[in-house]
């Protein structure tokens, strides 16, 4: 089991963030919103995510981070036991909309479920074609 989150893994490409923002489908998940967007062809082996948390809903920095570095390392334990290494890859952005700091139990959970949803929606599209 891989429980790195090497820099292949996270979307930093300003082109392929705006496509994600611009095409891609989003739900909700409090307190997360959710875009998602199946990765270009030639792109590489992995999902990529970004991780999100507007400055104008948590106005200091540490906080930013914290809820960055919180976000990241529920992804990263997750990650291999729910997105399957057979879906087609996925460019993922984790938003966090809400203005109250979460606890990491909170925030594990809700990706947790974040990365089940992804999986259902992927197998049920494979299934159909």
Do not use: C
């Amino acid at each position: 089991m891989n429980f790195k989150l090497p820099k292949n893994e996270r979307l930093h490409s300003k082109k392929l963030i705006k496509e994600l923002f611009d095409k891609g489908s989003s739900f909700f998940l409090y307190p997360f919103k959710v875009m998602v967007l199946d990765a270009p062809a030639g792109l590489g082996e992995t999902h990529q995510v970004l991780f999100s948390v507007s400055k104008r809903k948590i106005r200091k920095a540490v906080d930013r981070n914290l809820i960055k570095r919180r976000m990241k390392e529920a992804y990263r334990l997750h990650k291999s036991e729910i997105l399957a290494t057979e879906l087609p890859k996925k460019l993922i952005g984790l938003i966090y909309v809400s203005s109250e700091l979460a606890t990491f139990p909170i925030i594990e959970k809700k990706i947790t479920k974040i990365l089940k949803v992804l999986a259902e929606n992927s197998n049920s599209t494979n299934s159909d074609t």
